[in-house]
């Protein structure tokens, strides 16, 4: 049985999609049969993948409206072993058309059953908000993982994740964990940099994930090529460090070493 993981944070501009993409790639190289699902109107990860996305294309928005089955819309990518349930803009409008829904919060999870012992990992790349949407990946997954910028404002909303988080424990998914939080885009030439690592790991302990990601030019250049980093350019520190988070979240998963 695969495991389903949702890469979460309502902030934006904190690595969110760069981690789904990269950390998704880095498990397909190492053999693992993985699906990525965009479930973000903004649609990043499709096109950082190097997937047009176009309005009225086959996509999430019509398996959460019932209209095709989650095996319809999955797409290849150039990466071996990854597959991508691609966004669109048509996204946007699903949370108010879905409000009326019997089970909402549930749509995602169900689309998925058919299909989820296909792969190893599901990965889910929530919109940064906390609306039916993300509710949506919560209640489909196993763990969560959070991606938190390392900057001044760091621990800022995260209460009202968490808080989000456990109300999705407590009503919709019991099973659902807290896989770790992920610090991104460290810049070590700063103090602040140093004083926010302090600062959080002090704070979550051994919820923090040893790897760190690095502020990268690199990291950034890769979406607009359509590829993840390392594909992009191997020998990056952005590669190399998604890669040693591949492996601290598969050391979490004995099977699947």
Same mark, same amino acid.
């Given at each position: ?11 934006? /501009?904190? /690595? ?31 096109? /950082? ?176 090529? /359509? ?31």
């Amino acid at each position: 049985m695969g495991r389903t993981l949702v890469i979460c944070n309502q902030k934006g /501009g904190v /690595g969110k999609t760069t981690t789904a993409i990269n950390l998704s790639a880095c498990w397909a190289l190492k053999g693992q049969r993985v699906l990525l699902v965009d479930a973000d109107p903004q649609g990043n990860a499709t096109s /950082g993948l190097g997937i047009e996305k176009t309005s009225g294309d086959q996509s999430l928005y019509h398996v959460l409206l019932g209209e095709l089955p989650m095996s319809q819309v999955i797409r290849n990518t150039a990466v071996n072993n990854l597959s991508l349930v691609p966004s669109s803009i048509d996204l946007t409008g699903a949370e108010v058309e879905l409000v009326q829904r019997e089970g909402r919060e549930f749509l995602l999870r169900e689309a998925l059953k058919p299909i989820k012992e296909q792969f190893d990992f599901v990965a889910i790349d929530s919109p940064p908000s906390l609306g039916l949407l993300t509710i949506n990946g919560l209640a489909a997954a196993d763990r969560v993982l959070i991606p938190v910028q390392c900057e001044f404002y760091a621990l800022e909303g995260l209460s009202q994740l968490l808080q989000t988080i456990e109300l999705v424990q407590g009503s919709l998914n019991p099973g659902l964990t807290i896989e770790g939080l992920l610090l991104t885009m460290a810049d070590y030439r700063t103090n602040l940099t140093h004083e926010v690592i302090s600062e959080v790991r002090n704070f979550f302990k051994d919820r923090i994930f040893q790897t760190v990601i690095s502020r990268s030019v690199r990291l950034g250049e890769a979406p607009s090529h /359509g590829k993840p980093i390392v594909l992009y350019d191997s020998q990056s520190t952005g590669a190399k460090q998604y890669d040693e988070l591949s492996l601290e979240i598969l050391n979490h998963v004995p099977h699947l070493v």
